[in-house]
């Protein structure tokens, strides 16, 4: 009997032993679990950051996209008031040229007349008596 109370002794030291090493071992989980948690949470509020500066800087991109698109529209339509105006203008001077062009081929014409004036008024001239005394005076 006292061999089997040794064997119990013997039996309860080794269960108590595997207790607590049991216990150890759930310790050594139970920081684990804590450290591998923390991590969890450490790794969700990057994710939560990283997407919220993705989020930021989708937002700043469409901004930005909105902004070109206006920006380029705003440079189409300037581009068409510029031609616009240089259409324009190059028709005015056109008209003016064409002007010029009208106004020295009557010049040019006026001169012609009143040098044939001219001519004619000193042909009619020279026939009046007296021409050829007058032309001495002069």
Do not use: W, Y
């Amino acid at each position: 009997m006292l061999e089997d109370l040794d064997q119990l002794a013997a039996r309860i030291g080794q269960l108590v032993q595997r207790t607590r090493q049991l216990h150890a071992e759930r310790d050594a989980l139970r920081v684990r679990l804590e450290a591998a948690e923390a991590e969890r949470s450490t790794l969700r509020q990057q994710r939560a950051e990283t997407e919220s500066r993705l989020q930021a800087l989708q937002a700043s991109v469409d901004a930005q996209g909105r902004e070109a698109e206006a920006v380029r529209a705003q440079a189409q339509d300037i581009e068409a008031g510029l031609r616009a105006t240089l259409e324009r203008q190059t028709a005015e001077h056109q008209a003016l040229q064409a002007r010029c062009e009208a106004r020295e081929s009557e010049l040019q014409r006026l001169r012609a007349v009143t040098t044939r004036a001219r001519e004619r008024i000193d042909a009619v001239l020279v026939r009046l008596p007296g021409a050829a005394a007058g032309q001495e005076h002069h």
